[in-house]
């Protein structure tokens, strides 16, 4: 029997810890040294949405960027979880006029936005939630993208066996070095399938992305593309307010930063060539955001600025319905160097 991952954040209510929340976390290099690590970094995870990013290099392998001339906006939509705004909406909506389709061509279902503003406006218009509100609808557009480059059907890409599932599927086997079997294979919340791997080879994966180490010209070229394009445009990677979004303002490019479902979150710090990959074993997800605020203080040399951003989403304040505040979820401390 294996110990128990480390608890990496808690959620205090008044003056009581209420929960406790463990996880692991990796941080490694493109030769896969640790810097740093918690807990069991060998148990394979679903990444889910913390690797569009790797799922968008299908995109590079099979040429659609320059067959259809996308922009870097275009790219940035294909990486992100996006709160379904208005210009998420209409990013999405010309990033499939331009491969020639349209929202009926998404096979990732329609869902109310996740902006509570973008739901507001909805109702008033009294307006049904489309396919272009799934917060996976860019990336769906990018998939959408590779079948039309290989000449591949587009009815059916979300499925398996689809050619363009095959490519995305080998993309991430590239980067991150490791086989994904079909004994660790499940549906995702956009119907795409989601494949496990260790944290530890995610990490690298991020790592060799930041750098291209390890990878063909093709790959190191088309990742700095996507990196460039995601931390240009993290409005578009995510939304207002949002960790994604917030993390890379402040840095700059400095960092490429990207959640998933279920307490995953991954990135790159691309000045010192590093990747890292955090999940928090019971998936709550503002644990692991404390989780991956606190271990960027620690690692990314953060300037003043900088810092008091992660230190807000390190140690988050919860409020009640009437808007009082009830206790925060906060990481511990003394496990992220």
């Not at 996880?23 to 690797?51: C, Q």
């Not at 209409?90 to 973008?118: M, N, Q, R």
């Not at 290989?150 to 979300?158: D, E, F, K």
């Not at 207002?240 to 710090?269: H, P, S, Y």
């Amino acid at each position: 029997m294996t110990d128990a991952n480390p608890i990496l954040a808690e959620m205090v209510r008044g003056n009581w810890v209420e929960n406790r929340y463990r996880g692991a976390f990796a941080v490694v290099d493109a030769d896969g040294r640790i810097i740093a690590s918690a807990g069991d970094i060998s148990r394979p995870i679903f990444p889910r949405s913390a690797v569009k990013s790797m799922q968008a290099l299908a995109m590079v392998t099979a040429d659609s960027i320059g067959r259809f001339g996308l922009s870097d906006e275009d790219l940035a939509l294909a990486c992100a979880s996006h709160r379904g705004e208005d210009v998420h909406v209409e990013g999405v909506t010309h990033f499939l006029e331009e491969l020639g389709l349209s929202k009926d061509d998404l096979e990732c279902g329609a869902h109310a936005p996740g902006d509570s503003e973008a739901r507001r406006q909805l109702r008033e218009r009294h307006e049904a939630p489309s396919a272009l509100h799934n917060n996976c609808s860019g990336k769906h557009s990018g998939m959408l993208s590779v079948a039309l480059a290989i000449g591949a059907p587009t009815l059916g890409y979300v499925n398996r066996d689809h050619p363009v599932q095959v490519r995305v599927r080998s993309a991430i086997e590239a980067v991150i070095g490791e086989k994904l079997t079909e004994g660790r294979c499940g549906t995702d919340g956009c119907s795409i399938p989601t494949w496990a791997a260790p944290i530890e080879a995610f990490a690298r994966g991020f790592a060799r992305m930041a750098t291209g180490k390890g990878l063909p010209h093709d790959l190191a070229a088309g990742a700095q593309r996507i990196f460039d394009a995601a931390t240009r445009h993290p409005h578009l990677v995510a939304g207002k307010e949002q960790l994604d979004t917030v993390v890379m303002e402040a840095f700059g490019g400095r960092i490429m930063q990207k959640g998933g479902a279920e307490g995953v979150q991954c990135g790159a710090i691309r000045d010192k060539g590093w990747g890292y990959a955090i999940k928090c074993d019971d998936g709550n997800m503002d644990a692991s955001r404390a989780m991956v605020a606190a271990l960027l203080l620690a690692i990314a040399d953060p300037d003043e600025k900088q810092a008091e951003v992660l230190q807000r989403w390190s140690v988050q304040t919860v409020k009640n319905v009437r808007g009082l505040d009830v206790g925060t979820v906060r990481a511990v401390e003394g496990v992220w160097a």
